[in-house]
């Protein structure tokens, strides 16, 4: 395992825990950020094979969707 690797692990479990310790509003930001960012990666992956994903609408639609299950539990 490379170093650099190693490391971002490091961060990102730090980050995972510091986001399950906050929990609520601080959680649902955190996790929102992590799908929208994960969203724009995956959707720049399709452009670069030919497709043509509808990334104007989906990231505001999943962000919706997590505030309404910590809205209305």
Same mark, same amino acid.
């Given at each position: 395992?490379?170093?650099?690797?190693? %490391?971002?692990?490091? =961060?990102?479990?730090?980050?995972?825990?510091?986001?399950? =310790? +906050?929990? !609520?509003? &601080?959680?649902? %930001?955190?996790?929102? =950020?992590?799908? &929208?960012?994960?969203? +724009?990666? &995956?959707?720049? %992956?399709?452009?670069?094979? !030919? !497709?043509?994903?509808?990334?104007?609408?989906?990231?505001?639609?999943?962000?919706? =969707?997590?505030?309404? !299950?910590? +809205?209305?539990?």
């Amino acid at each position: 395992m490379s170093r650099s690797r190693f %490391l971002s692990a490091i =961060v990102a479990i730090a980050l995972a825990l510091g986001m399950i =310790v +906050l929990g !609520g509003w &601080y959680f649902t %930001l955190c996790f929102g =950020v992590i799908i &929208y960012l994960g969203q +724009l990666e &995956y959707f720049e %992956l399709a452009r670069t094979n !030919g !497709g043509c994903p509808s990334a104007e609408n989906h990231p505001g639609g999943e962000s919706g =969707v997590i505030s309404h !299950g910590n +809205l209305c539990p």
